[in-house]
């Protein structure tokens, strides 16, 4: 009998194995060989600084983040020292600018390697090193929005690379800047900056090398100079996210004495930074950094004793009584702890120094009975002493 085959209506009638929709890597256990061979970290491109996974910089706008890593990038191309860290090898650098057109980081590149007094030798090398990769007028995204949820945008980071490695040249340090023109927007915040997160593991997968953002500070947290991991913009994710988080801050001429020793010039401004979040390298202080120009430089910290670092709170809280005093305004304790961010000093620091001041007669409780009261500063003089009537 001709025809089609007969076939077993049982067989029929077992599903197809669906197609598979990932890749997924071995289950297959490692060899004990194996296991000697790996390592706790990432590579190292700048030893006890910079590794190769994910870098998150925060900084409030205006105070010279991407000048900053613009010199850093002119330090590791020609293996100078990093904030007291020395590359592993010179290094390569790409900055993907979405914000300043090329010609400008330029031009700022170019002032940094004359301030710097480079030979002619030194800038070539530089210059090949450091690309900047200019992407303001194009609406390129490195997460987008599928199906509502917020995924990597796989086809740009792959034209992306494709782009970057096509002359055979591989970047060890890759900075976008900034984050929130990268990402789907702050109307979903959480969502975007972890979309931004897995779109650089994504690349650091793919070139072994550190994946940093640029990202802005919030407002308040630029208004009280924290400098916790969580000081940027927006939600937690990005912090939480990336394995390096280096947090920028500016820093007032008072605050900068009291904490290097050494006094601003009328030309120079003082940056203090904060390795908040450093997973593959033990936590250390924060750093100092002077700039005068397109000059940048480390100052060590002012080794201070708890005795001293108490004086300067008490000082800087008297001085800003007897000030705020002269120009007819009063502070309750209470009311100093809104005005944290103005003396430099957390909620903590303000109420010990208030008792200092009340215990040594420097200042007083001061006011009517049953009315609000308010600390009044009490000018030097032998056998004054301040008295306490507690405080509404």
Known sequence: MSGRPLVDIDTIAQPLSPPRLFDFPSLAPPSLADLDELSLTP?????????????????????????????????????????GHWPAAPGNTVIVSREDPRGILL????????????????????????????????NFRLAAVVDDVVL??????????????????????MIFDPAVSLGVGE??????EQGLIEAGRLIRNELSCCVEFIHHSGKQNARES???QYSGRGGSAFADGARMVAVLQPQSRE??????????????????????????????????IRRNGWHFEQVGACPMSPERSQAAADEQVLQFLTYEASQGRRYSQRDLYDMRSQLGLTRN?????????????????????????????VPPGPGQVGEFRGEN
């Open 226 to 228: 924290t400098l916790d």
């Open 43 to 83: 590579r190292a491109i700048v030893p006890g600084l910079l590794f190769a996974d994910l870098r998150l910089r925060i900084a409030p706008g205006g105070v010279g983040k991407t000048t900053l890593a613009l010199f850093e990038a002119m330090q590791l191309a020609l293996r100078r020292p990093l904030w």
């Open 349 to 377: 620091e303000i109420a010990a120094s208030c008792g200092r001041l009340r215990a040594s007669g420097r200042a007083c409780i001061s006011g009517l009975p049953g009315k609000k009261t308010h600390l009044e500063p």
């Open 187 to 192: 109307t979903r915040v959480n969502d975007s």
């Open 107 to 138: 031009a700022r590149l170019r002032e940094l390697m004359t301030h710097a007094e480079l030979s002619d030798t030194e800038r070539a090398e530089v210059l090949q090193r450091v690309r900047i990769l200019d992407l303001s007028s194009l």
């Open 255 to 288: 605050a900068w004495q009291q904490a290097t020793g050494q006094p601003l010039g009328e030309a120079e401004t003082g940056l203090v930074m904060a390795l908040a979040k450093t997973s593959y390298s033990p936590p250390c202080d924060p750093l100092y």
């Open 152 to 173: 990597p945008n796989r086809p740009a980071i792959e034209d992306l690379l494709q782009h970057i490695t096509a002359a055979g040249w591989v970047p060890d340090w």
